[in-house]
Protein backbone atom coordinates (compact mmCIF):
# COMPACT_ATOMS: atom_id res chain seq x y z
CA UNK A 1 0.00 0.00 0.00
CA UNK A 2 1.26 3.33 -0.91
CA UNK A 3 2.13 4.80 1.93
CA UNK A 4 0.62 8.50 2.74
CA UNK A 5 2.48 12.04 1.44
CA UNK A 6 1.52 14.94 3.53
CA UNK A 7 -0.24 17.70 1.73
CA UNK A 8 -1.66 21.37 2.74
CA UNK A 9 -5.06 21.62 2.31
CA UNK A 10 -7.87 19.37 4.32
CA UNK A 11 -7.95 17.43 7.36
CA UNK A 12 -8.58 14.45 8.73
CA UNK A 13 -10.62 14.63 11.69
CA UNK A 14 -8.81 12.74 14.97
CA UNK A 15 -4.80 13.17 16.11
CA UNK A 16 -2.10 12.31 13.78
CA UNK A 17 1.46 11.69 14.71
CA UNK A 18 2.65 14.68 12.29
CA UNK A 19 3.51 17.98 14.07
CA UNK A 20 3.36 21.82 13.62
CA UNK A 21 3.15 24.63 14.54
CA UNK A 22 0.22 24.90 16.69
CA UNK A 23 -2.18 21.49 16.62
CA UNK A 24 -2.88 20.39 13.20
CA UNK A 25 -5.46 18.12 11.95
CA UNK A 26 -4.93 15.79 8.68
CA UNK A 27 -6.76 14.14 6.36
CA UNK A 28 -5.52 10.73 3.96
CA UNK A 29 -7.30 10.74 0.80
CA UNK A 30 -9.18 6.81 0.73
CA UNK A 31 -7.56 4.87 -1.49
CA UNK A 32 -5.10 7.98 -3.10
CA UNK A 33 -2.46 7.56 -0.06
CA UNK A 34 -2.37 11.47 -0.15
CA UNK A 35 -2.11 12.65 3.68
CA UNK A 36 -3.63 16.01 3.72
CA UNK A 37 -2.37 18.63 6.15
CA UNK A 38 -4.61 21.81 7.46
CA UNK A 39 -2.07 23.82 9.55
CA UNK A 40 -3.60 26.08 11.98
CA UNK A 41 -4.64 29.85 11.48
CA UNK A 42 -2.15 32.48 11.23
CA UNK A 43 -2.51 35.18 13.97
CA UNK A 44 -4.66 38.04 13.42
CA UNK A 45 -6.84 35.23 10.90
CA UNK A 46 -10.14 35.73 10.71
CA UNK A 47 -12.00 32.44 12.26
CA UNK A 48 -13.57 30.59 10.08
CA UNK A 49 -17.19 31.32 9.45
CA UNK A 50 -19.59 28.50 9.79
CA UNK A 51 -23.62 28.70 7.99
CA UNK A 52 -25.49 29.02 11.24
CA UNK A 53 -23.51 31.76 12.25
CA UNK A 54 -23.94 33.51 8.67
CA UNK A 55 -26.48 36.72 9.47
CA UNK A 56 -28.82 35.25 6.73
CA UNK A 57 -29.46 32.46 8.20
CA UNK A 58 -29.55 33.88 11.42
CA UNK A 59 -32.47 36.05 9.99
CA UNK A 60 -34.01 33.45 8.46
CA UNK A 61 -34.13 31.85 11.77
CA UNK A 62 -35.84 34.28 13.39
CA UNK A 63 -38.43 34.85 10.49
CA UNK A 64 -39.53 31.31 10.85
CA UNK A 65 -40.03 31.27 14.70
CA UNK A 66 -41.81 34.96 14.18
CA UNK A 67 -44.48 32.48 11.79
CA UNK A 68 -44.40 29.38 13.87
CA UNK A 69 -44.95 31.31 17.50
CA UNK A 70 -48.75 32.07 16.56
CA UNK A 71 -49.26 28.54 15.33
CA UNK A 72 -47.81 27.09 18.60
CA UNK A 73 -49.73 29.98 20.59
CA UNK A 74 -52.85 28.96 18.41
CA UNK A 75 -52.50 25.32 19.08
CA UNK A 76 -52.80 25.57 22.70
CA UNK A 77 -55.77 28.24 23.11
CA UNK A 78 -58.89 26.44 23.89
CA UNK A 79 -61.61 26.50 21.31
CA UNK A 80 -64.40 30.09 22.02
CA UNK A 81 -66.59 29.19 18.93
CA UNK A 82 -67.72 25.45 19.78
CA UNK A 83 -70.91 23.75 17.88
CA UNK A 84 -72.77 20.98 18.00
CA UNK A 85 -74.50 18.94 15.49
CA UNK A 86 -76.11 16.25 17.68
CA UNK A 87 -78.58 15.85 21.03
CA UNK A 88 -75.43 13.61 22.92
CA UNK A 89 -72.72 15.98 22.08
CA UNK A 90 -75.11 18.93 22.78
CA UNK A 91 -75.43 17.74 26.68
CA UNK A 92 -71.51 16.99 27.20
CA UNK A 93 -70.85 20.42 25.44
CA UNK A 94 -73.47 22.33 27.75
CA UNK A 95 -71.60 19.56 30.63
CA UNK A 96 -68.17 20.61 30.22
CA UNK A 97 -67.86 23.82 28.42
CA UNK A 98 -68.56 27.71 29.86
CA UNK A 99 -71.76 29.01 28.05
CA UNK A 100 -70.04 31.84 26.21
CA UNK A 101 -67.47 29.48 24.33
CA UNK A 102 -71.08 27.71 22.50
CA UNK A 103 -71.82 29.07 19.43
CA UNK A 104 -74.55 26.48 18.32
CA UNK A 105 -76.69 23.27 19.43
CA UNK A 106 -78.74 20.94 17.42
CA UNK A 107 -82.15 21.75 17.67
CA UNK A 108 -82.92 18.74 19.64
CA UNK A 109 -80.91 20.48 22.76
CA UNK A 110 -83.84 22.39 23.59
CA UNK A 111 -86.54 19.37 23.47
CA UNK A 112 -87.40 18.52 27.39
CA UNK A 113 -88.73 15.05 26.15
CA UNK A 114 -85.19 14.16 24.58
CA UNK A 115 -82.25 16.41 26.40
CA UNK A 116 -81.67 16.11 30.15
CA UNK A 117 -80.22 19.71 29.80
CA UNK A 118 -82.87 21.35 27.60
CA UNK A 119 -83.45 24.12 30.51
CA UNK A 120 -79.44 24.62 30.21
CA UNK A 121 -79.65 24.92 26.12
CA UNK A 122 -82.39 28.08 26.46
CA UNK A 123 -81.26 31.11 24.33
CA UNK A 124 -78.71 29.44 22.38
CA UNK A 125 -78.61 29.13 18.98
CA UNK A 126 -80.30 25.93 17.88
CA UNK A 127 -79.28 24.56 14.31
CA UNK A 128 -80.78 21.56 11.54
CA UNK A 129 -77.14 20.41 11.31
CA UNK A 130 -76.84 22.07 7.63
CA UNK A 131 -73.67 23.21 6.37
CA UNK A 132 -75.53 26.32 5.27
CA UNK A 133 -76.33 27.41 9.30
CA UNK A 134 -72.90 26.36 10.47
CA UNK A 135 -70.42 27.90 8.36
CA UNK A 136 -71.33 31.89 9.03
CA UNK A 137 -71.15 30.88 12.77
CA UNK A 138 -66.97 30.43 12.33
CA UNK A 139 -66.22 27.69 14.85
CA UNK A 140 -62.97 27.11 15.51
CA UNK A 141 -64.21 23.28 16.87
CA UNK A 142 -67.70 21.18 15.99
CA UNK A 143 -68.80 18.19 18.13
CA UNK A 144 -70.95 15.32 16.33
CA UNK A 145 -72.10 12.55 16.44
CA UNK A 146 -70.68 9.17 14.29
CA UNK A 147 -73.56 8.40 12.74
CA UNK A 148 -75.53 12.04 11.91
CA UNK A 149 -74.97 15.03 9.06
CA UNK A 150 -72.41 12.96 7.11
CA UNK A 151 -72.20 15.88 4.60
CA UNK A 152 -72.30 19.14 6.76
CA UNK A 153 -69.03 16.92 8.33
CA UNK A 154 -67.09 15.90 5.30
CA UNK A 155 -67.74 19.64 4.13
CA UNK A 156 -66.76 21.58 6.95
CA UNK A 157 -63.48 19.73 7.01
CA UNK A 158 -62.98 20.73 3.66
CA UNK A 159 -62.97 23.83 5.06
CA UNK A 160 -60.48 23.20 7.25
CA UNK A 161 -62.45 23.08 10.62
CA UNK A 162 -61.92 21.17 13.01
CA UNK A 163 -64.54 17.89 13.72
CA UNK A 164 -64.64 15.42 16.96
CA UNK A 165 -66.89 13.21 16.13
CA UNK A 166 -68.65 11.05 19.39
CA UNK A 167 -69.52 7.58 19.86
CA UNK A 168 -72.57 6.18 21.41
CA UNK A 169 -72.11 4.92 25.08
CA UNK A 170 -73.44 1.67 26.62
CA UNK A 171 -72.12 1.70 30.39
CA UNK A 172 -70.30 3.89 32.72
CA UNK A 173 -66.70 2.95 31.66
CA UNK A 174 -67.06 4.28 28.15
CA UNK A 175 -69.20 7.53 29.70
CA UNK A 176 -65.85 8.41 31.63
CA UNK A 177 -63.55 8.01 28.64
CA UNK A 178 -66.41 10.54 26.61
CA UNK A 179 -65.91 13.26 29.42
CA UNK A 180 -62.17 13.05 29.30
CA UNK A 181 -61.96 12.90 25.42
CA UNK A 182 -64.50 15.87 24.97
CA UNK A 183 -63.16 18.28 27.95
CA UNK A 184 -59.44 17.09 26.37
CA UNK A 185 -60.78 18.96 23.26
CA UNK A 186 -62.89 22.01 24.95
CA UNK A 187 -59.82 22.66 26.79
CA UNK A 188 -61.76 22.03 30.40
CA UNK A 189 -59.63 18.29 31.37
CA UNK A 190 -60.64 20.01 34.99
CA UNK A 191 -63.67 20.46 34.48
CA UNK A 192 -64.07 17.09 32.99
CA UNK A 193 -62.52 15.28 36.29
CA UNK A 194 -64.84 16.96 38.28
CA UNK A 195 -67.91 16.08 36.29
CA UNK A 196 -66.63 12.65 36.70
CA UNK A 197 -66.09 12.54 40.36
CA UNK A 198 -69.44 13.52 40.89
CA UNK A 199 -71.03 11.23 38.79
CA UNK A 200 -69.01 8.48 40.62
CA UNK A 201 -70.23 10.21 43.93
CA UNK A 202 -73.81 9.28 42.71
CA UNK A 203 -73.28 5.85 41.42
CA UNK A 204 -71.50 4.98 44.96
CA UNK A 205 -74.57 6.32 47.12
CA UNK A 206 -76.36 4.43 44.95
CA UNK A 207 -75.55 0.97 45.67
CA UNK A 208 -77.55 -1.73 47.06
CA UNK A 209 -76.75 -3.21 50.62
CA UNK A 210 -75.31 -6.24 51.11
CA UNK A 211 -77.50 -9.45 50.82
CA UNK A 212 -80.56 -6.82 49.20
CA UNK A 213 -82.76 -8.82 46.60
CA UNK A 214 -81.91 -8.03 43.15
CA UNK A 215 -85.10 -6.93 41.69
CA UNK A 216 -86.57 -7.17 37.93
CA UNK A 217 -86.90 -3.82 36.12
CA UNK A 218 -88.30 -3.06 32.80
CA UNK A 219 -88.19 0.12 30.91
CA UNK A 220 -91.26 0.24 28.05
CA UNK A 221 -91.64 2.67 25.68
CA UNK A 222 -95.06 2.90 23.53
CA UNK A 223 -95.46 0.03 21.57
CA UNK A 224 -94.10 -2.33 24.00
CA UNK A 225 -90.06 -1.01 22.62
CA UNK A 226 -87.62 -1.87 25.74
CA UNK A 227 -83.55 -2.16 25.86
CA UNK A 228 -81.95 -5.57 27.13
CA UNK A 229 -78.29 -6.68 27.56
CA UNK A 230 -75.67 -4.26 25.93
CA UNK A 231 -77.65 -1.57 26.83
CA UNK A 232 -77.27 1.82 28.51
CA UNK A 233 -80.09 1.30 30.51
CA UNK A 234 -79.08 -2.42 31.21
CA UNK A 235 -75.91 -0.64 32.93
CA UNK A 236 -77.95 2.09 34.97
CA UNK A 237 -79.82 -1.19 36.46
CA UNK A 238 -77.29 -2.92 37.14
CA UNK A 239 -75.49 -0.27 38.81
CA UNK A 240 -78.09 0.01 40.60
CA UNK A 241 -78.16 -3.38 42.02
CA UNK A 242 -81.40 -4.61 39.89
CA UNK A 243 -81.99 -7.38 37.13
CA UNK A 244 -82.84 -5.83 33.50
CA UNK A 245 -86.30 -7.74 33.12
CA UNK A 246 -85.75 -7.63 29.06
CA UNK A 247 -82.28 -8.97 28.99
CA UNK A 248 -83.80 -12.27 31.59
CA UNK A 249 -85.93 -12.63 28.63
CA UNK A 250 -83.30 -13.19 26.11
CA UNK A 251 -83.48 -9.74 24.62
CA UNK A 252 -79.91 -8.70 23.02
CA UNK A 253 -80.08 -4.55 22.37
CA UNK A 254 -83.04 -3.16 21.48
CA UNK A 255 -86.53 -4.49 20.42
CA UNK A 256 -90.17 -5.63 21.82
CA UNK A 257 -91.40 -7.78 24.07
CA UNK A 258 -95.04 -9.06 23.72
CA UNK A 259 -97.38 -7.85 25.99
CA UNK A 260 -98.89 -10.78 27.08
CA UNK A 261 -95.55 -12.19 28.27
CA UNK A 262 -95.12 -9.35 30.76
CA UNK A 263 -98.73 -9.37 31.92
CA UNK A 264 -98.01 -13.47 32.56
CA UNK A 265 -94.30 -13.07 34.52
CA UNK A 266 -94.52 -9.27 35.60
CA UNK A 267 -91.19 -7.53 36.23
CA UNK A 268 -91.07 -5.93 39.82
CA UNK A 269 -90.90 -2.32 38.54
CA UNK A 270 -91.99 -0.84 35.02
CA UNK A 271 -90.33 2.27 33.87
CA UNK A 272 -93.07 3.80 31.37
CA UNK A 273 -91.63 6.19 28.98
CA UNK A 274 -95.19 7.46 27.87
CA UNK A 275 -93.61 10.52 24.98
CA UNK A 276 -94.63 13.22 27.55
CA UNK A 277 -95.82 15.94 25.75
CA UNK A 278 -96.50 14.22 22.63
CA UNK A 279 -99.56 13.93 20.54
CA UNK A 280 -101.61 10.62 21.78
CA UNK A 281 -101.00 7.53 19.73
CA UNK A 282 -102.16 3.93 19.39
CA UNK A 283 -98.75 2.93 20.44
CA UNK A 284 -98.66 4.66 23.44
CA UNK A 285 -102.43 3.43 24.42
CA UNK A 286 -100.72 -0.14 24.53
CA UNK A 287 -99.26 1.07 27.70
CA UNK A 288 -102.66 1.43 29.85
CA UNK A 289 -103.69 -1.73 28.75
CA UNK A 290 -105.68 -3.07 31.71
CA UNK A 291 -103.68 -6.33 31.68
CA UNK A 292 -100.52 -4.33 32.13
CA UNK A 293 -102.08 -2.37 34.28
CA UNK A 294 -103.01 -4.83 36.62
CA UNK A 295 -99.93 -6.86 36.42
CA UNK A 296 -97.56 -4.50 37.84
CA UNK A 297 -99.34 -1.42 39.90
CA UNK A 298 -99.13 2.21 39.72
CA UNK A 299 -97.49 2.12 43.39
CA UNK A 300 -94.70 0.09 41.47
CA UNK A 301 -93.70 2.39 38.41
CA UNK A 302 -91.26 4.51 39.37
CA UNK A 303 -90.72 7.83 37.31
CA UNK A 304 -87.43 7.60 35.50
CA UNK A 305 -87.54 9.98 32.38
CA UNK A 306 -86.14 8.46 29.35
CA UNK A 307 -84.42 11.23 28.11
CA UNK A 308 -81.48 10.73 31.29
CA UNK A 309 -80.45 7.53 29.39
CA UNK A 310 -81.11 8.35 25.91
CA UNK A 311 -77.41 9.71 25.72
CA UNK A 312 -75.07 8.36 28.10
CA UNK A 313 -73.58 11.50 30.39
CA UNK A 314 -73.01 12.72 33.82
CA UNK A 315 -76.80 12.78 34.12
CA UNK A 316 -77.32 9.26 33.92
CA UNK A 317 -76.62 8.49 37.31
CA UNK A 318 -79.72 10.25 38.27
CA UNK A 319 -81.45 7.52 36.57
CA UNK A 320 -79.36 5.28 38.66
CA UNK A 321 -80.16 7.35 41.50
CA UNK A 322 -83.90 6.98 41.29
CA UNK A 323 -83.96 3.49 40.50
CA UNK A 324 -81.84 3.33 43.64
CA UNK A 325 -84.39 4.89 45.36
CA UNK A 326 -87.70 3.14 44.58
CA UNK A 327 -85.61 -0.31 44.52
CA UNK A 328 -85.67 0.90 48.72
CA UNK A 329 -89.07 1.82 48.76
CA UNK A 330 -90.38 -1.16 47.65
CA UNK A 331 -87.93 -3.51 49.87
CA UNK A 332 -89.52 -1.50 52.72
CA UNK A 333 -92.73 -2.05 51.52
CA UNK A 334 -92.04 -6.14 51.47
CA UNK A 335 -90.50 -5.85 54.73
CA UNK A 336 -92.89 -8.49 57.18
Known amino acids: MTPCRPLRGCSLPGPHPISVAGRLKSACHAGRGILIVRPPPSAGAKPERRWGHHPFFAGLFVLFMAILDPIMAKADTPPSRIVSLNLCTDQLLLTLAPRERIAGLSFLAADPSLSALAAEAAGLPLLRGQAEEVLPLRPDLVLAGQYTA ?187
Not at 238 to 244: F, K, R, T, W
Not at 248 to 255: E, P, R
Not at 261 to 272: N, R
Not at 307 to 322: D, I, N, Y
Request: proline fraction near 8%; charge should be positive.
Open 150 to 336: RPTVALLRAHGIKVVEVGLTADFTAIRQQIRSVAAALGTVERGEAVIAAMDSTLDQARPPPGQARLRVLALAPGAFTAGSGTLSDSAMQAAGMENYAATKGLAGYGYLPLESIAADPPDLLLMDRDEGQAPSLNGQLLNHPALTHAVPVTRRPTVPARLWTCGGPFTAEAVRRLAAARDLLATERRP
